[in-house]
């Protein structure tokens, strides 16, 4: 897998831009919101979270609510700056659509500062791939979140989040900068 650089972020940012009337962007402060204000999230939160996160997707959501509990417990879990582990995203992953990609942005909106978005532009810019091939491996996705935690505490980072921020006009976490940054750059 490829490893995300610094130097190669630097130069990502000269052509990152903003459309202003993106709903994806203008939608992101929204979501965000919603979980800061849920101390603990139950079923509701749940299903409502579940059901705008796709909006975001090309695909009718098929939420699986048999195990529950564990789910709110994983998702809760996720609340607290804990990092999942590979099994607790694979149950993610196949109660909410079948998909790591849905799983991913929901653990994005609901701790920000620590989950990235995942998706096939994401992973194909990281592992420098053409194709989706490993897009639902829980450890991918890990190894994918294990990086960019590390490269937002590099000491040139700072430079380049405060420049997305400004662009963006509102705030966003260092991790959200980096994988919108990672977002924009694929080609």
């Not at 579940?50 to 997707?57: A, N």
């Not at 639902?136 to 989040?161: A, D, G, M, R, S």
């Not at 405060?162 to 900068?177: H, M, T």
């Amino acid at each position: 897998m490829r490893h995300l650089k610094i130097e190669n972020l630097k130069k990502e940012i000269e052509s990152f831009k903003v459309d202003e009337e993106n709903s994806y962007l203008n939608s992101y402060q929204e979501f965000i919101q919603y979980f800061r204000k849920t101390p603990k999230i139950e079923k509701h939160h749940l299903i409502i979270s579940s059901h705008f996160i796709y909006g975001w997707m090309p695909t009718i959501l098929k939420l699986k609510l048999n195990n529950l509990e564990e789910v709110l417990q994983i998702l809760n879990k996720a609340k607290t700056d804990k990092i999942l582990n590979s099994k607790e995203l694979e149950k993610l992953r196949i109660s909410i659509n079948n998909s790591l990609v849905g799983s991913s942005k929901l653990l994005h909106f609901i701790n920000p500062e620590i989950y990235p978005i995942w998706d096939s532009k994401i992973l194909k810019y990281w592992s420098g791939n053409k194709t989706s091939y490993g897009i639902q491996k829980p450890e991918n996705y890990l190894e994918f979140t294990n990086q960019v935690n590390e490269t937002v505490q590099h000491k040139e980072f700072p430079e380049i989040h405060n420049k997305i921020n400004e662009l963006l006009k509102y705030d966003v976490s260092s991790v959200r900068a980096l994988e919108l940054l990672i977002f924009q750059s694929y080609k």
